[in-house]
């Protein structure tokens, strides 16, 4: 099945089938077009289904060994990384060992970007050796920071490593674990459990369950305060929020740490969070939370940080003290100091996408025989390349790397790719052209001589064009089953659908199909006309709204289409919420002409 903008395809060999017969909740249905056996299994996100630290590898002996620490009065440094994830990972690990202990000499440490680059450095493990700290705790990172633990060790330094990026592999395959005094990760076999963890959780997820077993070892028991037991609850908060930013697949213990973050974070504790909450637009009386509120405006507001300098600002909002007048005040001064970085992201941001769209379609790098995109520019920032590429992405369905061309002559990139394509694996095989790269087949990071950057260009066009087939270079839309528009022109209908929430990798949100319609009002709106509403007429006198952002690009193909008659159209319920109103509203991602 062919869109105006994408390829069709069923979800599972099933799906074209599920909803012929419209019988049954529409929610009902996507669950069995996305072949789930056990809907009610699946749908369970309680604490029940979050498995205890036994269940990840390296978390017991890990949170007994920071038990001990404290108890010995040991100099502690979290060293965590400069992302959402990983700045809720450091203030869960911060929080609890000052609980534990007022005393406890603690402190946070994260990497700048632009100074010292992403995770452990040898250079910098020995400054805080020299600083007196006994112990670091990398969390979010370290996994393959081998050289640099190594060298630590020898400096008398005791690091531990709570990560759960991918393993260094020796030329057989075979995972080289940094030497750490213990080493926790998701991937990592467990002996002896009576249920084993999701082996991809989030670098938070990680540091929650860590903080778990260090207050059952402190305290000697399953059994732990209630001032403690109120924490693990705001780190649960945080792991999952991390779970989401960090865009884990939301399936298995995943999803109820999202499910749980989500409808706790309006009645968190964390004073921080609650500002950071509202600055994003979300009242603490609103309603629950979704899970669009974390991706598109907690998380990028903290990424920001990271992505312009440093992120510590976010580490010391998320571990403000908890009460009083003037934490709050000073809790709501500092989100608004991360909103106003998080505008200047977003505009630079947009300034890289702008011009490298132009520049990609100027240099002949879209078209069906240069199946990856590549370039670079002196003043696109290296922490914002990344989200932009992303964005080119979504534009263009093929692999896009975007360079800082730096003024030492290094170009310093980050890669964004395609489902079916590594991009790891083509920088693999132009890794002789490369001064450093890594990453895993979605996303990767490299540098490169700028004036090497055509033949990388030459290089990862060639070994796109024998991985990628032309039809891979048009985006896919997938579909979980039919529907009717009679089905979704009350807000009843789609809360059932939303109740499948929360969506993300593993667990998308929900498309259909709905057939033979005709809109009864078409319109373009928005600054520059480019997003399509329509309106269709729903049952009795009912109608539903159904927008498509980005449509102007395509605006002739698809008048052309509502002209010749009914249209079949893929599409999101949703709610729409604006002042006080709740309305149903479809989020279309493709149309065609009905056949």
Wanted: some cysteine; proline content about 5%.
């Amino acid at each position: 099945m062919q869109g105006i903008v994408s390829r069709w395809k069923w979800r599972s060999p099933s799906a074209d089938v599920v909803g012929e017969d419209p019988s049954g909740p529409l929610a009902a249905r996507v669950l069995r077009g996305r072949e789930i056996q056990d809907p009610v299994a699946f749908l369970d996100d309680g604490y029940g289904r979050v498995v205890p630290p036994e269940g990840l590898a390296g978390a017991v002996e890990a949170g007994r060994r920071l038990a001990e620490a404290v108890a010995a009065g040991r100099r502690i440094v979290i060293h965590g990384d400069y992302d959402f994830d990983g700045v809720s990972a450091s203030a869960i690990l911060y929080r609890a060992l000052r609980l534990i202990s007022a005393r406890a000499d603690v402190r946070v440490v994260l990497p700048d970007r632009y100074e010292g680059g992403y995770g452990l450095s040898v250079d910098g493990l020995r400054r805080i050796r020299a600083e007196g700290a006994d112990l670091v705790v990398a969390v979010d990172c370290g996994i393959t920071a081998i050289d640099a633990i190594e060298a630590a060790r020898a400096d008398g330094l005791e690091v531990m490593v709570l990560d759960h990026h991918a393993f260094v592999r020796d030329v057989d395959g075979g995972v080289s674990l940094p030497p750490a005094s213990v080493v926790v990760h998701p991937a990592l076999p467990v002996e002896d459990a009576e249920v084993v963890g999701t082996d991809h959780l989030c670098g938070a997820a990680v540091a929650f369950k860590v903080v778990w077993a260090m207050a059952r070892s402190h305290f000697g028991s399953e059994r732990v305060p209630a001032a403690m037991k109120r924490e693990l609850v705001e780190a649960t908060i945080l792991a999952g929020l991390g779970t989401i930013a960090d865009v884990m697949p939301l399936v298995e213990e995943n999803r109820a740490l999202a499910a749980l973050a989500l409808r706790g974070l309006p009645n968190s504790g964390i004073s921080g969070l609650r500002a950071l909450l509202v600055e994003s637009g979300h009242g603490l009386q609103d309603g629950p939370v979704h899970e669009e509120t974390v991706q598109f405006q907690l998380a990028p507001r903290v990424n920001a940080l990271g992505r312009f300098g440093s992120a510590m600002p976010a580490v010391e909002l998320l571990t403000l003290p908890e009460t009083g007048e003037a934490t709050a005040v000073r809790a709501a001064e500092m989100a608004a100091g991360i909103s106003a970085t998080n505008l200047e992201r977003r505009s630079a941001e947009r300034s890289i996408v702008d011009e490298a769209t132009a520049r990609a379609e100027a240099e002949g790098q879209t078209g069906e025989d240069h199946p990856v995109i590549v370039l670079a520019a002196p003043h696109w920032k290296r922490g914002l390349v990344g989200p932009a590429a992303a964005k080119l992405v979504d534009r263009f369905a093929r692999p896009v790397i975007l360079f800082e061309a730096c003024d030492d002559g290094i170009a310093r990139g980050s890669a964004r790719s395609v489902h079916g394509y590594s991009i790891h694996d083509g920088l693999a095989a132009a890794a002789p052209l490369l001064e450093s790269f890594g990453g895993h087949a979605a996303a990767a990071g490299c540098s490169i001589r700028t004036t090497r950057l055509k033949e990388l260009e030459v290089a990862l066009v060639a070994h796109a064009r024998d991985e990628i087939a032309a039809v891979d270079l048009t985006p896919v839309v997938e579909i979980d089953c039919r529907a009717v528009i009679e089905e979704m022109d009350e807000v009843e209908d789609v809360e059932g659908v939303r109740e499948l929430a929360p969506f993300g990798p593993g667990h998308p949100r929900p498309s259909v199909l709905v057939e033979t319609v005709r809109p009864i009002e078409t319109r373009w709106i928005g600054q520059d006309q480019g997003t399509l509403q329509l309106r269709f007429a729903g049952a009795g006198s009912r109608s539903v709204k159904a927008v498509w952002f980005g449509a102007g690009r395509h605006r002739g193909e698809i008048e052309s289409a509502i002209k010749s008659g009914a249209i079949d159209i893929v599409a999101t319920p949703d709610l729409n919420r604006w002042r006080g109103r709740v309305e149903p509203n479809l989020m279309i991602q493709d149309l065609r002409p009905s056949t």
